[in-house]
T-cell receptor
Framework: EAGVAQSPRYKIIEKRQSVAFWCNPI?????LYWYQQILGQGPKLLIQFQNNGVVDDSQLPKDRFSAERLKGVDSTLKIQPAKLEDSAVYLC???????????????FGPGTRLTVT | DQQVKQNSPSLSVQEGRISILNCDYT??????FLWYKKYPAEGPTFLIS?????DKNEDGRFTVFLNKSAKHLSLHIVPSQPGDSAVYFCAAGTQAAGNKLTFGGGTRVLVKP
């Protein structure tokens, strides 16, 4: 079974530029998550999708971050304009969700390391 | 408000011995807990989980213990192997809240040969 795919793996941009990340979840997984992981900290949830609807985006800085999951499969996360403090690893995860045995177990992609200079 | 805390940032253990990683939480509404392992430049890998209705779950060399009264869980790795050297995160969530996970800050484990 293929895992969660993410691209690009690394990205370096200047502040005020825009950037987009792509995620393809595990086949059949209904729930998709985007996390931000700052160096030395645990992942922090940015947004959660159930199929193509948003379940939770309370931690998403909506003035600069946006995300979509058209057709309930792939997802993109965009930052525009980027700030220095956005330098982090952006992780995508998926889970079978929303209910059932082990529905809460999330499986992560390799992440995209973003450096904003 | 850190609802999930891993108070030990690092742990060093000899190969073959037991590694014990600890995690404390404050939200009594959490109804499941997970442990993830993370190698550099990779995403976290799911290790083991436990429901709040249990106090122990075992999978091979990994055992998770849950003490609800103390709001504390621990991960035991026996025996520790050099390949276990990684950063370990505990996470907690509630199905009523849509399975959103809250992560601790991580513990870096080094297993010495």
């Amino acid at each position: 079974e293929a895992g969660v795919a993410q691209s690009p793996r690394y990205k370096i941009i200047e502040k005020r530029q825009s950037v987009a990340f792509w995620c393809n979840p595990i086949s059949g997984h209904a729930t998709l998550y985007w996390y931000q992981q700052i160096l030395g900290q645990g992942p922090k949830l940015l947004i959660q999708f159930q199929n193509n609807g948003v379940v939770d985006d309370s931690q998403l800085p909506k003035d600069r971050f946006s995300a979509e999951r058209l057709k309930g499969v792939d997802s993109t996360l965009k930052i525009q304009p980027a700030k220095l403090e956005d330098s982090a690893v952006y992780l995508c995860a998926s889970s079978p969700g929303p209910s059932g045995l082990h529905s809460y177990e999330q499986y992560f992609g390799p992440g995209t390391r973003l450096t904003v200079t | 408000d850190q609802q999930v805390k891993q108070n030990s940032p690092s742990l060093s253990v000899q190969e073959g011995r037991i590694s014990i990683l600890n995690c404390d939480y404050t939200n009594s509404m959490f109804d499941y807990f997970l442990w993830y392992k993370k190698y550099p430049a990779e995403g976290p890998t799911f290790l083991i989980s436990i429901s709040s209705i249990k106090d122990k779950n075992e999978d091979g060399r990994f055992t998770v213990f849950l003490n609800k009264s103390a709001k504390h869980l621990s991960l035991h790795i026996v025996p520790s192997q050099p390949g276990d050297s990684a950063v370990y995160f505990c996470a907690a969530g509630t199905q009523a809240a849509g399975n959103k996970l809250t992560f601790g800050g991580g513990t870096r484990v080094l297993v010495k040969p």
